[in-house]
């Protein structure tokens, strides 16, 4: 647990709430998020590279609530994007669009022309043919587009291997020994300008070693473009610091940046970074009701109202989050699978918990601010949890729970 979460006389709170209020009034699951904590983070962040020019682009895929965008953007932050969806909700929440760059594989036509139209920072290209159809289409407008390419380092992120992005193997980027061939015909190309360099090497993250590595790989690199004439405005160095969950012991903000800062001492470009989760995992919680206790022949289960559905990440990478009472109690623990409504077996948020509940009572899935809500869905028609922001002691619900009518609200019968 961090400073934004903490017991009081047996009650868990966020900043100055009590949580079960929250769970009360707006019902469960419910998403939670501390404003204190966003804006602490980002403060960090911003302290820990002000030594020099850079600009901090929090990845949206990991939380993209308008609020937090919005929080974010008021502190200053740029953004990385992945979608024209993702651009729509950062212009919509206030961002800047020449604070944005646009990673991903396979921008489309339409993506292209959205955000050249909104004129954002730059392109993360990712493939050749990405730099043909982005020059034809800025060519088609008039316009030229800023790029950098994304470089797969080859450096292992020693993740999980479904986040690990910076390995020869993956579809990420262009292989390092391509990239110096694959700049040249970029700059050969009438409309792009070649403005920086790109590489992104997986999420969660918990030493520095192989960003340090990565790094240095992107400066010999860069070296090598200077040599045939080509000089970069920046240097993005992706997002993947990670977070504890459990007993993970990741860099501190500071530790990281001063890694990155040390690694590019005496380049004159201005830094770049892409966090997500670390901005936002740990400023969130889940929170959840137990509908029943069952007790089985071999496992003791609580079936709470939360589902892979809406934190897709235990089903998914068999992720660990940390599972609290919101009220602690005077009892035995017994030890429970903690498991969800939904018809499969990987339906399940944690194993083997150790925990004193009753029927009726509610928990917080600790740490769910990154990929729980951006990964959510609607298998089993369920609409999709309510989320609230707390700040001090003011609560916001920032988005609404779904109605099931929503849910096939587009949706037509035919005859
Ligand atoms: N930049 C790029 C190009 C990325 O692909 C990502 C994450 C980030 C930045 C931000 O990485 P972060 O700082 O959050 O580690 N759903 C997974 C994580 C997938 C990460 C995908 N890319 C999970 O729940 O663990």
Redesign the pocket.
């Known amino acids: 647990m961090n400073e934004y979460f903490h017991y009081q006389q047996e009650q868990l709170c966020i900043e100055n709430v009590v949580l079960s209020d929250i769970a009360h009034r707006f019902g469960t699951p419910c998403y939670v998020y501390s404003r204190a904590a966003l804006t602490n983070g980002y403060r960090q962040f911003s302290e820990a590279f002000k030594a020099r020019e850079h600009l901090i682009c929090y ?1 949206v ?2 939380n993209s609530n308008l609020a937090i965008l919005n929080v974010f953007a008021r502190l200053g932050a740029g953004f ?1 994007i ?1 979608s024209g969806g993702e651009l729509q909700r950062v212009l919509a929440a206030g961002g800047a669009a020449n604070k944005v760059v646009f ?2 594989v396979g921008k489309s036509e339409a993506e292209m022309r959205q955000a050249l139209e909104a004129g954002i920072l730059c392109f ?1 290209v990712e493939s050749a043919p990405e730099l043909e159809r982005l020059n034809a289409v800025a060519g088609s407008m008039g316009k030229v587009a800023p790029i950098s390419l ?1 470089v797969n380092p080859d450096v292992d992120a020693k993740t ?1 291997p ?2 690990s ?1 910076g390995l020869k193997q993956s579809k ?1 980027g262009v292989a390092y020994t391509e990239a110096l061939v694959l700049y040249r015909r970029a700059a050969a190309m009438p409309h792009l300008r070649i403005t920086g360099m790109d590489c ?1 090497i ?4 918990t030493e520095t070693s192989p960003f340090i590595a990565a790094a240095e790989k992107v400066l010999a690199l860069a070296e090598q473009l200077a040599a045939s004439g080509i000089k970069l405005e920046h240097l993005d160095l ?5 977070i504890r969950y459990d007993d993970e012991t990741p860099p501190s903000i500071a530790e990281y940046a001063q890694a990155l800062l040390n690694a590019l001492q005496g380049r004159a470009e201005k830094i770049i970074v ?5 901005l936002v995992g740990n400023a969130g919680v889940l929170l959840t009701r137990i509908e029943y206790l069952k007790h089985g022949e071999e496992k003791n289960f609580a079936i709470v109202d939360a589902a892979m559905n809406d934190l897709m ?1 235990p089903a ?2 068999d ?1 660990w989050h940390a599972i609290l009472p919101l009220q602690k109690r005077d009892a035995a623990r017994q030890q429970y699978e903690v498991v969800g409504p939904i018809c499969e077996t990987g339906d399940f948020i944690g194993h083997a918990r150790e925990m004193a509940v009753d029927q009726g009572d509610t928990l917080a899935v600790m740490s769910a601010g ?2 729980g809500m951006s ?1 959510s869905s609607n298998y089993n028609t369920r609409p999709r949890a309510a989320e609230v922001m707390v700040d001090g002691a003011q609560i916001h619900v920032v988005r609404e729970r779904e109605k099931v009518e929503q849910l096939y609200a587009a949706e037509k019968i035919i005859c």
Not at 202 to 205: C, I, K, T
Not at 274 to 278: L, S
């Open positions: 990845a895929k990991a990385d992945v990673s991903g993360n994304r999980h479904y986040i992005t990420f992104h997986g999420s969660q993250l992706g997002g993947g610091l990670g892409e966090p997500g989760r670390v990440r998914l990478y992720a990154a990929y990964m």
